[in-house]
């Protein structure tokens, strides 16, 4: 038999265990409503596409609703929030992240490392590298550090990040002939990034980047032709003026972390003399 003093305890206790266990859901409906404001959703919208009711959702975005584990993965779904926020959102709704993040050299990672190596390795005689979710350097073939040569040594030194190294003043950009181009093509990329993700990391590279000047007087004519399949690289070496489009490669269905944020960047020559010239500049086994 309790005391009344141990009765009053207890409900004390007892209303404060659930204030705390209430006081997470508001941080992740404010989460919640980032994502689907991000999104361009109305609550409705929403609604409809999670099957549930427009109320059930406002009150889980108040806080009112304490959602349950199942719940919190079919609105991530839904919003098509990237693996690592979607378990930012599990945290904050009480429940233990879902989705694991390892290495690229985890053993359990291996056969997707070898994926990546095959993919860069089979490129060449064209560069190609693979980046993280802020375009840190991961891997690169043989050839991709042609179109790094000359940086300042600060530039090269690890982590590499190759937005950074590419339009650095003292990394690549005096190579680049088109940069005024190159440097909006990269800065929408970002940006659309920035957006998709809401990662502040990428908002403060951006905001760096934009920052670095471009040499004056760089502002090579573009084929239009061109121009309007593909925004082209065109690269300045002493064996003349190389031309280069891009393309991105991701994994489809990742269930990693570190798997979804990468991304392998292959360059493939936009004419037959930058084929030519590559295929001379490939280093023999």
Not at 2 to 17: F, G, L, R, S
Not at 258 to 279: I, Y
Request: charged share 20%; no cysteine; glycine share 4%.
């Amino acid at each position: 038999m309790k005391t009344p003093a141990q009765a009053h305890y207890d409900a004390v206790m007892n209303i404060a265990t659930e204030s705390v266990r209430r006081a997470a859901p508001p941080a992740f409906g404010e989460h919640l409503r980032q994502w689907r404001q991000r999104r361009r959703l109305s609550q409705l919208d929403l609604a409809e596409e999670a099957e549930i009711s427009t109320r059930h959702l406002s009150f889980v975005e108040t806080g009112r609703s304490l959602p349950s584990r199942e719940m919190v993965i079919r609105l991530a779904e839904r919003l098509n929030v990237p693996l690592r926020e979607r378990n930012a959102l599990l945290v904050a709704a009480g429940y233990a992240p879902m989705y694991r993040e390892r290495a690229l050299d985890d053993p359990a990672l291996a056969a997707a490392r070898e994926a990546v190596e095959r993919i860069l390795k089979s490129h060449e005689p064209f560069p190609a590298l693979a980046v993280d979710r802020h375009w840190n350097l991961v891997l690169a073939n043989r050839m991709a550090p042609m179109l790094m040569a000359g940086a300042d040594p600060s530039l090269l030194k690890p982590p590499v990040n190759v937005l950074r190294l590419s339009l650095h003043p003292r990394g690549i950009t005096p190579k680049i002939a088109n940069l005024g181009q190159w440097r909006n093509h990269l800065f929408e990329r970002l940006r659309q990034q920035i957006e998709a993700t809401g990662d502040g990391i990428l908002a403060t590279l951006l905001q760096e980047l934009r920052a670095y000047p471009a040499p004056a007087g760089n502002s090579a004519h573009l084929d239009g032709e061109l121009l309007g399949v593909a925004m082209p690289l065109q690269f300045m070496t002493e064996h003349g003026v190389l031309s280069f489009i891009s393309t991105t490669t991701i994994f489809g269905t990742p269930a990693d972390v570190t798997l979804q944020e990468l991304a392998m960047e292959t360059f493939f020559p936009a004419d037959g003399a930058t084929a030519q010239a590559l295929r001379r500049l490939m280093p023999q086994d």
